[in-house]
């Protein structure tokens, strides 16, 4: 699956209002789908790669071995889902849902099974 299916099968997901690729180095989106009125896609993956390194270095300092999978945030009318993509790369899928359409639990779900699919 390429980055645009990808985008394509998250946006899938009930609830999704935009979603982002995102490489977490650089702060650039290789790609996006939806956001709009309220949610610059663009603007958010470089805000959210900030999200990313701060927990990367709250784990360092921590001296906690283990990977990141997923970063929630919570508003009162959105979820936010940072999903990191395994292979040592350094992307996230960036997930914006509105909170009263979505199910986390099976978005949480359907973006790791769309992780699995992409191919760069």
């Known amino acids: 699956m390429n ?5 394509k ?6 609830g999704a209002i935009g ?4 490489d977490y180095e650089s702060g650039m989106a290789l ?11 663009e603007v958010a993956a470089a805000a959210n790669t900030e999200v990313v390194r701060a927990k990367a270095r ?13 970063i929630l945030i919570t508003l009162g009318t959105q979820y936010h ?8 790369g350094s992307l ?8 009263g359409r979505a199910n986390l639990a099976l978005a949480r779900h359907v973006l790791k099974q769309v992780e699995g699919e992409l191919q760069i």
């Open 31 to 41: 790609g996006t789908l939806g956001g709009g009125n309220g949610l610059d896609l």
């Open 19 to 22: 979603v982002a690729l995102v």
């Open 9 to 14: 099968g998250a946006m899938a997901i009930e």
């Open 92 to 99: 996230f899928l960036y997930l914006a849902l509105d909170r």
């Open 81 to 88: 889902l940072i999903r990191l993509l395994g292979g040592g």
């Open 3 to 7: 980055i645009e299916a990808t985008l």
């Open 58 to 70: 709250a784990l360092s300092m921590l001296a906690i071995d283990d990977s990141i999978e997923d």
